[in-house]
DNA sequence: CATTGGCACTCGAAACAAGTGAGTGCCAAC
DNA sequence: GTTGGCACTCACTTGTTTCGAGTGCCAATG
């Protein structure tokens, strides 16, 4: 009883500041959260939490403000998902609804999710490594030219002029390509690499240089994964927003913006669009951002995740809302992802 | 000669007040720049500049800073273009080697400007509407599907997917392909759209639906403008640098760099690569950064500008330093563009 | 034993006061 | 046209005071 009103009034802190960002007082908390008893009770339940590392006082004769070991226990216990408007709905649905390429898809995402959270949003390029292969192509440029088009299943198109050491005639090609897709058809590009290896060895002396090359380049390309550290990012100008104290993190902010690789690491492993990863300042991968915390999660066709998109902001955030937000936007991307 | 140490003072105000950020004096300004003249006389000129609008007071009893109209002055008439450091020659040249495709060179040329200048740069992508063509290509997907290849003279390879009303044989296909190529290689896109609009029209009844819908895909994917608008934007982090009373307009600033339009009309239209763009505060078309500059020019292949490249900072920049080093960046590129 | 009202105490923020000095404008002299 | 002298201005700094929200502790209460 008593360690439930405990972790009411934690919850009840945690709300005021998150809303009002000034450190809240036993008194206010009583009169907006009738709480049914007095200022001095709260007072106690206060001192225990902070004893126990839950909140904190900036000074000796000012309110309390969360830690970010309360911030956990908020989340992870006391907090319920924060059911979408249907405004917010069906800004999720026209906005994405008339997205036409993969490209505009993320771009959209990005700022839909920038707009809707109101804080500084990552989305990551669903990564070549985890995605299938659609279809292969080859086309005859000239002699010994040939065009190489890679589709994913994501919509992403590679494409690779490979010049060959002798010129193959145009049955031999359409063999090739028939060869290679039947090796990589719906295989994942990790596994298709060592299927492709055995190709070449099925053709003759002649042959089997310039097709090696082919399936060099396709390898390649398959394995190219500069295109896996994509992120675009949307929202910066919410880190005004932020003012106060967060002035002071607002530098590194920005520069761990500009570092891609850092992103990625914030963002950290894809996991199921069904669990989100919440990380809340020192768990932060980078020390720089201790005053920070990142809401992501993974999205991509059907169930598995192929990339994760999420959110950046100053800790004393909107948990149940943002939350909620990430949730239903990944959960969208994705069903686009998988119709288109 | 009493006008000429007028604007020998409007210069040491202009280049005081840059390195500095503070308001110069008549006192320190002839310990530092040898005018050969006491402080009074000095002072005497200031109030002369002050009345002609060239400089002013924050408040009575403090130095005197440039306006708007003082920088102007400088930039046109009193600043001298400062040659490049060997160090940062080599960084261009170095930097901008090693880039592989288009998207590689945009983001090292964003990359390499926000390091050089320490401000915010802005790149735009080349133009659609004034390359030209340098090869078409169709694949077969399936019977009725074709992939549409649009390969650029700037590097950019569009990609369209077509639906055909009904199959073409691989002959028809092979012939289409060449009747493409030979209208539009060479051509500007803007050309191209009507030379093709006769092809369909040699074809006999039954392929004449299907070869319109290649050649619409095929317009449609020329004159997408979508991608005319693409800007990328690097160097944010150095907002943060500027402190002091720049704080309050890094708010429009953040939001400005997130709307692209406004970063075109910021950019303005491509110039020669032999001419910058520098406007100067309330000459910026965005009454929210009134107290920016932005220095721009055009880039491209040869000597045509397809593009518009350049950095946004604080009024109180290092013009000189800054408009020799964008100059040289656009020259840099469009070398590049020339050669790739 | 949890709860509560009372009370002394702390300490940041705001308000106020005085001192300092860089910088100015003006003027008479050179 | 230039200069030294001089009175004046006013932002900024520093020190002092006041104010009040908020706390911790304690004795009283149901």
């Known amino acids: 009883m008593v360690e439930d009103r405990k972790l009411a009034v934690l919850r009840a802190i945690v709300e005021d500041y998150v809303s009002t960002q000034e450190p809240v007082g036993s008194k206010a908390l009583v009169e907006r959260h009738r709480l049914g008893v007095s200022p001095a009770t709260v007072r106690n339940d206060m001192a225990a939490l902070e004893d126990e590392g839950f909140i904190t006082q900036p000074h000796t ?5 969360p830690t970010d070991k309360g911030y956990r226990l908020f989340v992870d216990r006391l907090s319920q998902v924060k059911p979408l408007s249907a405004a ?3 800004a999720i649905a026209s906005l994405l609804q008339g997205a036409i390429d993969l490209d505009d898809v993320v771009q959209r995402t990005v700022r839909l999710l920038a707009q809707l959270t109101r804080q500084v949003a990552i989305v990551q390029y669903p990564t070549l490594s985890r995605s299938t292969v659609r279809h292969v192509e080859l086309v005859t440029l000239a002699s010994t030219r040939l065009l190489l088009v890679l589709i994913l299943s994501t919509g992403r198109v590679e494409q690779r002029v490979v010049e060959l050491p002798e010129a193959l005639d145009d049955d031999t090609v359409a063999g090739i390509r028939t060869a290679l897709n039947r090796a990589t058809l719906g295989e994942k590009l990790s596994d298709a690499a060592a299927r492709l290896a055995e ?9 089997r240089r310039p097709v090696a090359v082919i399936v060099a ?4 390309a398959m394995s190219d994964h500069r295109s896996d550290e994509r992120v675009v990012v949307g929202g910066t100008a919410n880190l005004a927003r932020f003012g106060d104290g967060f002035d002071a993190s607002i530098k590194p902010m920005l520069e761990a913006l500009e570092e891609h690789v850092v992103l990625l690491k914030l963002l950290g492993e894809a996991t199921s669009p069904t669990s989100l990863t919440v990380r809340i300042g020192h768990e932060v991968p980078y020390q720089e951002l201790s005053t920070t915390s990142v809401v992501a999660t993974g999205y991509g066709p059907g169930e598995e995740a192929l990339a994760t998109l999420g959110i950046v902001g100053p800790t004393r955030m909107d948990y149940p809302g943002t939350m909620a937000t990430v949730r239903a936007v990944a959960r969208y991307v994705s069903k686009i992802l998988d119709e288109g």
């Not at 190709?199 to 042959?207: A, H, M, N, V």
């Not at 380049?217 to 390649?220: F, K, M, S």
């Open 61 to 65: 004769s000012a309110g309390r403000i």
């Open 88 to 90: 917010e709905k069906r």
């Open 199 to 207: 190709i070449p060895e099925q053709y003759d002396r002649d042959d």
């Open 217 to 220: 380049a396709l390898v390649e």
